[in-house]
């Protein structure tokens, strides 16, 4: 059984690849004919980012609709390839179901949407900083997400219990729902910081992913185990054409909409006290800008880094670009494997 199970996974994890690589040209041609460029924060409200990135611009961004639209497209596929014409190969690789990964696709697809408004804003310099919606505005609406992701689990799947490891099991009651609504947040807008680099987002999040697959896998999720890796697969194509110089960049139809998906898949795994090591360098880059912003406002507009989150830091001390990026994907990868190790430790 765990052999076939074991297929099905790596089957899926190439069809994903595949999927994304072939799809890839036709969507870099979109994306550059309509010149879909990202727009550079303006020198006055982030004047070392606009320095060090002004090349970039005109970059074409919403690279990110590779990843989920792939992941929406093998999962439409699989199941109604199935439903409607009986073909039997669909039907052993249908990763849908209720209680495993219609709320992770849902709130995938939703969040990338809601992205997809925020970069075309950025793209049309709609907004304030250069473009975008303003950030009082994506709050409320990740929050949104997060409160029906919460409505799910509370009321639908009677979750309300947190394992912390080693210690044991916790009923928390309704005090599930504002947990799992920071949670949501705090890590969509965290992997939405690291977006800053070429392949930095999306290397930091194949690993994350990956471990999660492994994860599910272990407690007997195998249809979120497949939807993991059919989102790592997706990740590995992109990658491809999203290391520096990047063809395009992810913006935040991918990262928001691939955070808020993390966060749900910890919350489904009751992993969530092992997603900050998982997930290091995202809470590593979140709390760079919380430091620098409590330091401005306490010192008198003193700064502890030259730039946040700290990627634009060791950009600004000269480090190059694809020696930050491929010294964080070290630090992932250690950390992640950190946090496998402690889970099947406390397993």
């Not at 199970?5 to 999927?19: E, H, P, R």
């Not at 303006?42 to 611009?57: F, G, Y």
């Not at 179901?97 to 310099?125: C, E, H, M, Y």
């Not at 799910?152 to 947190?162: A, G, H, N, V």
């Amino acid at each position: 059984m765990d052999v076939l199970i074991i297929t099905k996974i790596f089957t899926l994890a190439t069809l994903s690849f595949a999927i994304a690589f072939l799809m890839t040209p036709a969507l870099t041609r979109f994306l550059y004919r309509f010149k879909l460029g990202k727009q550079i924060r303006d020198s006055k409200s982030a004047p070392t980012v606009s320095r060090l990135h002004k090349s970039k611009s005109g970059t074409p961004t919403m690279g990110g609709i590779l990843v989920w639209l792939t992941v929406l497209i093998l999962a439409l596929a699989l199941r109604y390839g199935y439903k409607l014409f009986g073909w039997e190969s669909f039907g052993y690789l249908d990763f849908l179901s209720r209680p495993q990964t219609f709320l992770p696709l849902g709130v995938l697809v939703a969040s990338a949407i809601v992205g997809l408004v925020d970069d075309w804003f950025n793209v049309k310099r709609i907004g304030p900083h250069g473009g975008g919606l303003a950030m009082r505005h994506r709050l409320l609406i990740y929050m949104a997400i997060a409160m029906v992701g919460a409505w799910w689990f509370y009321s639908k799947l009677e979750w309300d219990l947190i394992h912390v490891p080693f210690i044991g099991n916790f009923n928390i009651g309704p005090w599930y729902i504002p947990l799992f609504i920071f949670i949501i947040v705090a890590t969509s807008f965290s992997v939405n910081e690291t977006d800053g680099l070429d392949g930095l987002a999306g290397g930091t999040l194949l690993a994350a992913f990956t471990a999660y697959a492994a994860i599910a896998f272990v407690q007997g999720k195998t249809d979120l185990a497949s939807f993991c890796v059919v989102i790592a697969g997706a990740l590995l194509a992109f990658l491809w054409f999203n290391i520096n110089p990047a063809r395009f960049f992810m913006g935040d139809t991918g990262a928001m909409s691939l955070g808020v998906t993390l966060g749900v898949i910890a919350m489904l795994t009751n992993t969530v006290f092992l997603l900050p090591l998982i997930g290091f360098v995202f809470m590593l880059e979140s709390f760079s800008v919380i430091v620098q912003v409590i330091s401005k406002k306490l010192r008198h507009g003193k700064k502890i880094f030259k730039a946040a989150p700290i990627h634009h830091h060791f950009e600004a001390i000269g480090w190059s670009e694809p020696k930050i990026v491929m010294r964080f994907w070290i630090i992932s990868a250690v950390t992640t494997l950190l946090g496998l190790i402690l889970f099947l430790i406390d397993k």
